[in-house]
Each structure stands twice: as C-alpha cells, then as structure tokens.
C-alpha cells in the first residue's frame, strides 16, 4: 500500500452515493424513504456542493431514488433476519455505509463487518471519531488491500468473523465496477458460507433495458464513468444474474425489479418520485438451509 493512501478520502462514487442519500432528506419531500445525512458530515464539502452537475436536484432525481431504494431494502432484510437470529452483517464495499450509526438499536444485536480499502477505510474511521461517533462495540473494519491480492474472507476471519454460523451479506454499487469473473468469484466465495445465509446484491442492467425516459442520463452517467476512471464493465439482465447466483451454488436466487422497489417503497407518493426502470436492481439470493 503507498503512504500517500494510508489515510485516503473515499473514491468519487463514495462520495457521490452518500451526498445523494442526503439530497434526497433536502430535496425529495416526506416521507423519505431513507433519512441519512452522517455521510455528508463525513465528507463536510464545501457550501456549494449542491451547485454541482452531478449533483442537480432533477437530473439525480431517478438516481436517489434507487440508491435510497436499494439502501432501505437491505436494511428491512437485515431487520427481518436479525428477527430470526442471524446476528452477522457483512458489507462488501462498505464505503461511507452509515447503517452502524444511524440504526443503534437494531446494530446492537449484530456483529457488524465492513469491507473495503485500507486507506478510505481509516479516513472514515478518523472521521467518525472526530464527529463524536466513535465505533460501535459490535462494529469491525475488515480492511482488504485488493490490488494486493488480499482476501476479503481471510479479513472477515481475523476480525473474528464465525464461518460456522450463517450472515446476511451485501454487495451494493460494487458489481458494475469488476469484471464479470470477479463477480462470479464473489458469488462462489458468498455460496460456499453457513447454510442460511443470505446475499443481496445490486447489479446494473444492459442500456438497452432501460426505460427509455432516463437512457440518456444513464448514457451520461456510463460516460462520466469512464472519464472518472472508474467503468462499468458488468451489465447483467435480470434472468443472468438469477443463473450466475445458481451456477455460483446457491439453492435460492430471486430477482427484484426496480418496480418492486416502487411498489414497496413509493406507491403512495404524490411527486412521482421512483426509481427507473431498467437501470439498477436487485439480486437476493440464499445458501440452502435458509
């Protein structure tokens, strides 16, 4: 690892997910299907932040929606399966993921595992002490150098992590990002855990399939993407994905729509606010014993 990354800021797409989970608190009226801010404390950009292009209130709109979307549902299927007794939470690619510190009540029930770079991953951990939040008893950074080589499993392991008992595990905002080898090695690794785990994942779909409304701005997002040096290079259809998660070793895979996340989520509102079709859903899917 360089020194000049012993203690560095979170990528771009970091960055970008957790200002938009606050975007919508400031722009999307009530209910808010997700209430988080702590990430654009983290970061504490400058005031006009809001001023940014990627940032525009109505291009983003269909964005935040998903990301605030896609968030809420993992943390209802934590909820669920923390009821049953799972007590492990791993987040693969974990970011500036605030669950630890906005759901107290419920992360003191779990080990939670948070999976990512070493250099971003003490920045956030600086940072959270430096906001008076400090690290939950059952919280742990599992700090994985990738381009190393390192193992994310054999991180979990040391963090003390118990591969006898099943976990919920998720992967958001991660799989358009690494070839589609790496996806499947991921699936393989996440199949072969304790029976009764369980894996979501969030994947991109081919531009094709998207709605035709907001393809354009999916377009600009692909392109901007790529100008950032950070590529989509993993598209799957939904149907793709389900085979991928059973070809992995997985006894149940299902696929869930941007629709369903509307319905579930968005049925009720009056602006319109939902995320697009045919851009970025959701893949669940469970080691048998589940």
């Not at 049953?84 to 791993?90: A, E, K």
Request: without cysteine; aromatic residues 8%; glycine residues 8%.
């Amino acid at each position: 690892m360089k020194t000049e990354d012993i203690d560095a800021a979170p990528d771009s797409t970091a960055a970008r997910v957790a200002l938009w989970r606050a975007l919508h608190v400031e722009a999307d009226a009530p209910p808010h299907v997700l209430d988080d801010r702590i990430g654009l404390r983290l970061l504490d950009p400058p005031p006009g932040w809001r001023e940014r292009g990627d940032m525009d209130p109505d291009f983003t709109r269909p964005f935040r929606a998903s990301i605030v979307a896609r968030a809420r549902f993992i943390e209802d299927l934590v909820a669920e399966h923390a009821a049953l007794g799972t007590d492990q939470y791993v987040i693969l690619g974990a970011g500036l993921d605030s669950f630890a510190q906005r759901r107290p009540e419920l992360a003191s029930h779990l080990r939670i595992y948070e999976i990512d770079r070493p250099g971003p991953q003490a920045w956030k951990h600086r940072r959270l002490r430096e906001l008076g939040f400090g690290l939950p008893e059952g919280l742990r950074f599992v700090p994985v150098d990738f381009e190393a080589g390192a193992s994310w499993r054999d991180g979990l392991a040391a963090a003390g992590f118990d591969a006898k008992r099943p976990a919920i595990v998720v992967s958001t905002g991660v799989s358009m990002y690494l070839s589609r080898e790496a996806n499947q090695a991921t699936l393989r690794e996440v199949a072969s855990f304790a029976p009764g785990t369980r894996f979501a994942m969030s994947f991109l779909l081919p531009l094709e399939m998207a709605d035709p409304a907001v393809r354009p701005r999916l377009e600009m997002a692909v392109k901007g993407a790529r100008a950032s040096g950070t590529p989509f290079v993993s598209f799957f259809a939904p149907q793709e994905a389900v085979a991928l998660a059973r070809d992995a070793g997985f006894a149940e895979a299902t696929h869930v729509s941007a629709a369903d996340l509307s319905e579930r989520y968005f049925a009720d509102r009056s602006d319109g606010l939902r995320p697009p079709d045919g851009a970025e859903d959701l893949l669940i899917a469970s080691v048998q014993g589940s």
